[in-house]
């Protein structure tokens, strides 16, 4: 019963599917037992043709009704078969469409955690080799295994009308083919694997070369590598020839055992048709059916080894399925909408799930609405740990931060995200215009608001000189972007959705400071009428906030204004003059 | 911004190529003796399985139909022996064949991979990791299924169409060309199946590229998405993708499904035809039953390879695809050679000089500009700049990574450009910021391949640095893995390691990027001494990050923004207040604080 469940629920996701398409599966299996049985009518047929032959009672007609029979016959498996494709093949591509987009939309849903913990390669394997694979088995497999099923089931029955003692003979070799093919099965999946294995190992190693090319290089180890990859590589092919000795044999066996059951065939059944205990039709008959299930056997086969590839498959697709959002709206209140955009801060502190050093520690933080607070600090202090935890990029302890005094764990995400504009120091912009990057969050695209957006964020005059101006694609195949240019776009972004709330978080660090004073000049109506914090390691971005917080190592160690800092703060004291330095060595030529 | 690159693999070009063909037909050459061999194999295979319908044949108009009892059990042995024979045939046909695919394979990948490792720097620059891995890993076993199974397949296939076609004509022609009659219908569906499957593939092959991509941009990208909650709108596009995707699909199963069928109902004529035209032979008496049985027979055997050819294409296809990258690759020059005669030298002193030097890893955008430095016979000499400041490419330049554009630099008082790469970096040691170890033993990390490292300098050079002294990680000593990319290290041990490396070696010319990560004082202690036993008795170039390092050097080289600004003492530079007054400040000053508490 448990063995019976945990198969059921491994293949849950293709059950459902059939159940939701109930149609595809019922015709598919209704055509194809019609596919299978006109199609092993022909054989008889020419058995007939044969015996009349035999007994000269033939005559042309007869003949003539005979091969209208054959082609007439055909036509009619060759429609039932067009249809079985039509049916379960056809609905195999939408179970492959319907996985793709549940498992996509599921992806779209998952937490910043999850991209942490899972490389984007293993992602786009499972969206494509994985979902081919489970496709593979709703479709290909289930149309085999039916058609298998049923070709061979008719044909056992015609054979044993035909004659039981010819069928017993001819079944002494399928147990024979049968053994040997899960044998050598059993052989060839054991050293595909260790074929498999080697592979990486051989990948890991032109990896590793590849990666340490400088060190090669410079120590003159080129030639010891080619010699180790020689052997690695080396060591591939024999085992590749291992496998081939065995799957060698596979077809010429396969091939063999079928030989030795016609020729056991051809002369016991040869002696009854001499002695009179059947028809030469009968015989001539009986070895086409033989023929006509040998590749349905074979097809057996590769069904089981589709199924195996297939339910793993589906398993590494479960398993990202099955990952939760800890950040999802579970207990929130879908009309919590903050507007103001007051921020309060309450005694957090925080780690990073299975990491037991506290990045941030008692953090006390209010922000009223519409004010500006910058904060500062080396790198590694927290600064962007603390504004992550505002947009709920991990599970925040209840009652610790609240925008206009509402608990963002009462704030569904979306309406969150929609009050916070949060531009990354890492910009991430998309293979579309730039147009299209700057309204990614519009529902409409307005060209003066983006014209207006570009211009407070400082690149609207660049992106006019561009020849398509904002039509101007990026990525592969437009124009690449200086990271400076980069960063404003993606003010630009944030800046056009108008939010309550902007957080830049280090959004100027490729931007040369003239060029940031213009945009902090430009910026400054925008934050004035909403609450704002800005995070910079550059002095001169923050110097005009509204109030200053320096953090070290997880808490806030001072706020106030520049001035008051100065002499308040001694690491506040320390980076202005670092920062006086680098400009001075910048100055100079 | 996304990365479309890594599917750029996932185009389709032609599935035939002459050129191309001709190119790989080059790496099978050297075994043409064996595959003449496997041909005259696959010819006598494919006519002994053609024998079975004319044993059939045989068995009923010779023996069947007369009662001959005996004569059948006689040709039954026979047929036993043709099997047997016919099994040990196809079997070494296969592996023989395999043997051969897999042999050149071996080849192709060994010429790809001494030929990556021949490359200049600039090459690894400008492609990513993973697609040179691709290149040489899988892209070459896409050409042993072209040999192992496409193009031998395909020859097998032919050889049995045709041997089929000619053995009904032996037996009785005129019923073979009135069977064949079908055929030509058959030849014309193949081919207008094969268009549009061909056109069918290749939008698919599109289709899921860009579904690849677009999966691939948007998770990279997926924190925009979610922070401007667009994930409705972004799905909604994914769908349209999918969708169409699917819609292809749907195309192309028509067409499978219409083919298919229709190879089976022509086959049905040809079967109709044979036994009205053939039955109506055998009631003249002009053809024997057994003829009838055998031409049912070879029907049955002439329309699968037919069918199965369409699925070769495809094989041949992405090997096609597979091989024109990899030829590209073997056509790719490294960015400058060594000289015919290169400078022969049993041991250089070391002394290095740039004149006038002028260099940029792009055309135009200048990396170091008029770069003038004498470095003497055992000098040390400490590098000091802001990040991209240039130091690292003059050190690039000097191991001969890289070519410089103008100007001259000398080692020893010989051009650097006359110089085979391996002689100037068998006489230096790089120790490189970012330690890199390969995985294996910190012995075989100190020695790296060089044979005549005996375990005793081996040893000598661990002791050295102090390396064991390090930590209490290293309970197997030597013999201690590193793990992959040394990760079962700690970072002070890994640097260690590299320098024991550096030590080893015993160059003349040591150039030493110091990492910048912060150890504990008892490693930093640790690290220091080393760095004075590396340096000791040989020049010396150091991009410094320590203090305790550019306090030990003869002189230090100021760089900024690509030209040498100051050279000088510490304490000469620091009194002349420019920009190594600034530099120190910024870089060093801080080290000084422990130091004083």
Known sequence: MYMKSKFLKRLERLIAYFKRHKKYLYWGVLVTVLTNVIGMVSPWIVKMAIDDLRQNAATYSQLRTYATLIVILAIGAGFFRFLMRRTIIWGSRIFEYEIRNEFFLHLLGLPKSFYQETATGDIIARGSNDVEATRLLAGPAV??????????????TLMFVLSWKLTLI??????????????????IHQKSYQIQQHFSTMTSYVQENVSGVKVVKAYNQEEDQIKNFAGLNKTYIDLNLSLARIRGLFMPSIYGIVGIIILLLLYFGGKQVINGSITLGTLVAFIFYLMSIMWPMLAVGWVVALYQRGTASLERIEKIMR????????????NARPQLGEIEIRDLSFRYPNDDQEVLKDVNLRIPSGKTVAIVGPTGCGKSTLVELILKAYKVPDGKILIDDIDINRIPMANLRRAVGYVPQETFLFSRTLKENIAFGEEKIIEEEIEKAAGIAGIRQEISEFPRGFETRLGERGVTLSGGQKQRTALARAIIANPPILILDDAFSAVDTNTEELILRELKNVLETRTSILISHRISTVKNADMICVMEEGRIEACGTHEELIEKSGLYAHIVELQSLEEELEALR | MSDHQYFEDDALGKAYDSQLMKRLLQYVKPYKKWIVLALAILIISTLLRLAGPVIIKLAIDEYIAVGDADGLGRLALLYAGILLVQFFATWGQIYLMEWIGQKAMYDLRMKVFRHVQGLTMDF??????????TRVTSDINSLNELFSSGVVNIIGDLFTIFGIVGVMFVINSKLAAITLIALPLLIVATILFRIKVRHAYREIRRLIAKLNAFVQEHVSGISVVQNFVQERRIFNRFNDINRELMGRHHKSIIYYAVFFPTVEIISAISLGIIIWYGGGQVIQGAMTFGTLVAFSQYMEMFYRPIRDLSEKYNILQSAMASSERVFKLLDTKPAFKTPAKPVITDGLKGEIKFKDVWFAYNKDEWVLKDINLHIRTGEKVAFVGATGSGKTSMTNLILRFYDYQKGSITLDGKELKDFDGETIRKNISLVLQDVFLFSGTIEDNIRLGNGDISREQVKKAAEDVNLLRLGNGLKRGLDTNVGERGGMLSVGQRQLV?????????????????????????????????????MKGRTSIIIAHRLSTIKQVDKIVVVHKGRICEIGSHDE???????????????YKDQELPAAV
Do not use: C, H, W
Not at chain 1, 170 to 187: C, D, E, H, M, V
Not at chain 1, 323 to 334: C, G, H, L, M
Not at chain 2, 507 to 531: G, M, N, W
């Open chain 1, 143 to 156: 149309m085999q295994i039916i058609n298998s099923a049923i070709s061979i089931s008719v044909a056992l």
């Open chain 1, 323 to 334: 990952r939760k959002s800890e950040v999802a709206d579970t207990d929130v209140d879908p």
């Open chain 2, 573 to 587: 530079l620091l009194a002349k207040k420019g920009i190594y007054y600034n530099l120190y400040q910024l870089q």
């Open chain 2, 498 to 534: 590299s320098f024991a490396r550096a030590l080893a070696y015993n160059p003349r010319i040591l150039i030493l990027d110091e990492a910048t990560s912060s150890v504990d004082t008892e490693t930093e202690v640790i690290i220091q001494k080393a760095t004075e036993t590396l």
């Open chain 2, 124 to 133: 690894y620059d400008r492609n990513p990791v993973g697609r040179i891995i």
């Open chain 1, 170 to 187: 001819a079944l002494t070799g399928f147990p024979l083919l049968s053994i040997l093919t899960n044998r050598l099965g059993t052989k």
